[in-house]
Every structure is written in structure tokens, then in C-alpha cells.
């Protein structure tokens, strides 16, 4: 049997707030409700499932999007002058170019640290 990541909980202040920014940042179909769950779907069948909790341990999610995709994200990030790193310390403001590809790190409202990258990591020639 091939094992994948079918969904995950995604911890959040206010799980509908959440789940609508990753779904309008990333330009995803608005978000659904399943259960007492908030859902994004992503293009391969993966769904973050957001629930609402007083407490938050923030997480890293990295999303793998396309050159135009990349430039979509990034103005609708600068569009809601949210800020974009090139690491995931968010020491250096901007994007990345490792292996060949873009990267840039974002915050969640609930303070998640969320990535969006062109190219996987590893995957470069050099």
C-alpha cells in the first residue's frame, strides 16, 4: 500500500480567519466545513483541517507552487502588506533562490510559519 499524508490539524485563534488566508494567499477555492473542522484543500488531495484552540504551538508548513503561482502569492502577500522572509528565522526580508527555484517564509495570523517554494529542497544541481 503507498502511504500519504491524507490531512492534518491545523491549530488556530480563530480557525475560519486562518483557513480563509491560506486558502486567499495561496489562491485556493474558498474553505469548506467538515465536521467542526475548517477545510483547504490542496491540488493533491491533502487537506489542512483547521480548528479553533486556545492555544496555539506554531508549526511550519511549506507549500510546493509554481514559478507563476510564486509570483501570485507574493503580490497578494504585498497587496496585504504582510511580510515575506527569505529564510525561516525571518532574519532577511525578501525570498530565497536555493536550488534553483524561489522561496519566501510569511506568517499565519495565528503565527504559523508558512513557506511557499518553486523548487524542492535537494532538488537543485548544485
Avoid: C, K, W
Wanted: no cysteine.
Amino acid at each position: 500500500m503507498a502511504i500519504e499524508l491524507n490531512h492534518t490539524v491545523v491549530h488556530s485563534h480563530d480557525q475560519d480567519a486562518e483557513a480563509r488566508f491560506v486558502a486567499d494567499v495561496l489562491g485556493l477555492p474558498g474553505p469548506s466545513r467538515f465536521g467542526p473542522f475548517t477545510v483547504v484543500a490542496v491540488a493533491n488531495g491533502v487537506s489542512l483541517d483547521f480548528m479553533t484552540t486556545s492555544e496555539v504551538a506554531t508549526q511550519h508548513y511549506a507549500f510546493l507552487i509554481s514559478e507563476d503561482e510564486f509570483d501570485a502569492v507574493a503580490a497578494r502577500l504585498r497587496d496585504r502588506g504582510a511580510a515575506t522572509f527569505a529564510d525561516p528565522a525571518h532574519r532577511t526580508p525578501g525570498h530565497n533562490t536555493n536550488d534553483g527555484g524561489r522561496a519566501m517564509y510569511f506568517d499565519s495570523p495565528s503565527g504559523h510559519n508558512l513557506e511557499v517554494l518553486t523548487r524542492p529542497y535537494g532538488s537543485g544541481s548544485g
